[in-house]
């Protein structure tokens, strides 16, 4: 099981970038994607997720309107798209995968995840 992010880079506020998780080695659809983002200092966080299945996604408050997650089954790749960027958006990304038959809460916590990626920095600069 595999894990690939990517598209992270220093973007000027008001900016966009584009995040990929490329997934390999599972079923894609039976599988729930989640970003993480965690800044210098704080703690981890979720930012969004989709579940492969039937599209279902969760945003927190901070991205909402700004951030898009989306997933495309026969590339194995989530995407999460992010205009308006702001400084405080400035973190390493993580991708993370967990099955969706395990899930209890809808959005899992980081802890429900069983796969991780790398993890992708994203400086958004003022």
């Known amino acids: 099981v595999q894990l690939q992010a990517s598209g992270g880079g220093l973007v000027q506020a008001g900016g966009s970038l584009r995040l990929s998780c490329a997934a390999s080695?599972?079923?894609?659809?039976?599988?729930?994607i989640g970003w993480f983002r965690q800044a210098p200092g704080k703690e981890r966080e979720v930012v969004s997720c989709?579940?492969?299945?039937?599209?279902?996604?969760y945003y927190a408050d901070s991205v909402k309107g700004r951030f898009t997650i989306s997933s495309d089954n026969a590339k194995n790749t989530v995407y999460l798209q992010m205009n308006s960027l702001k400084p405080e958006d400035t973190a390493v990304y993580y991708c993370?995968?967990?099955?969706?038959?395990?899930?209890?809460?809808?959005?899992?916590?980081?802890?429900?995840?069983?796969?991780w990626g790398q993890g992708t920095l994203v400086t958004v600069s003022s």
């Open positions: 993370a995968a967990n099955l969706i038959h395990t899930i209890v809460v809808f959005p899992p916590t980081a802890r429900a995840y069983d796969y």
């Open positions: 080695g599972f079923t894609f659809d039976d599988y729930n």
């Open positions: 989709i579940k492969n299945s039937d599209g279902s996604t």
